[in-house]
């Protein structure tokens, strides 16, 4: 019996090439070469904040993590028609996957090397929620970076526009550790009435499951009590301001 992976660790789920997490979260990495599959799997090294990883691949999020008997049929699907193309960098997709040939992917998000190998969305990636839900997709161009714990292993990854090359990045965040692993986290402004050149805006806290949707737990905007006032500057553009101004 092999000994258990740290917190840094895949462990290859025997047979296949889909390597799972050490805590309960519910995804796998599809190591796209297959015949480089070993036991473990360094997490650190299927992803990398600037160029090619040493082993690209996918993060699926799933339900559930199959049974090592049936985790061939789900790697079959995957790698199949109407599944995930091969990756130039580790991307992330939603699966609903049960049984059978069909992938039944929620959404995916392939991710390149742009000209200055930084790692960028490939193309524009719809994700597929119930009608009524919501609305989402990453656009094509948007910056992503790894986020790390406090012992500097990669716990999930963050996608946005950076303003300034000094400021932190405050993005679309996708953990890959702890109870919202597979969830997309953002923080927004709520929809609100415009009176002449403002808009009160309620700020808020939100998450959104594919495989969830009505998950109360996984999939909710929760308002943060923070108010701010959107000003029309003109030509286009806008600022904010606190509400009530300090």
Do not use: N
């Amino acid at each position: 019996m092999s000994a258990p992976a740290d917190a840094g660790t895949l462990t290859r789920i025997p047979g296949t090439a889909l390597y799972t997490p050490p805590g309960r979260e519910t995804w796998v990495f599809l190591l796209w070469d297959a015949a480089g599959a070993k036991d473990t799997l360094p997490l650190r090294d299927t992803w990398a904040d600037r160029g090619t990883p040493q082993r690209p691949g996918w993060y699926v999020f799933l339900r559930a993590v199959p049974a090592a008997a049936h985790a061939p049929e789900l790697e079959a699907a995957l790698r199949g028609d109407g599944g995930l193309p091969a990756p130039s960098a580790t991307g992330w997709a939603w699966s609903a996957w049960a049984s059978g040939p069909g992938a039944e992917l929620r959404g995916r998000v392939a991710v390149r090397p742009d000209e200055a190998s930084d790692p960028v969305v490939a193309e524009d990636a719809p994700v597929a929620f119930p009608k009524g839900v919501t609305e989402f997709g990453f656009a094509a161009g948007l910056r992503v970076a790894s986020t790390r714990d406090g012992a500097g292993e990669v716990d999930g990854l963050v996608v946005a526009r950076p303003a300034l090359p000094d400021e932190p990045w405050v993005g679309i965040r996708l953990p890959l550790a702890g109870p919202l692993a597979g969830c997309i986290v953002f923080g927004a402004l709520l929809e609100s009435t415009v009176s002449g050149e403002h808009s009160r805006k309620q700020a808020a806290d939100v998450r959104l499951d594919p495989l969830r949707p009505f998950d109360p737990a996984r999939t909710r905007t929760t308002p943060t009590g923070a108010e701010y006032l959107l000003v029309a500057e003109g030509d286009g553009k806008y600022r904010l301001e606190p509400y009530p101004p300090a």
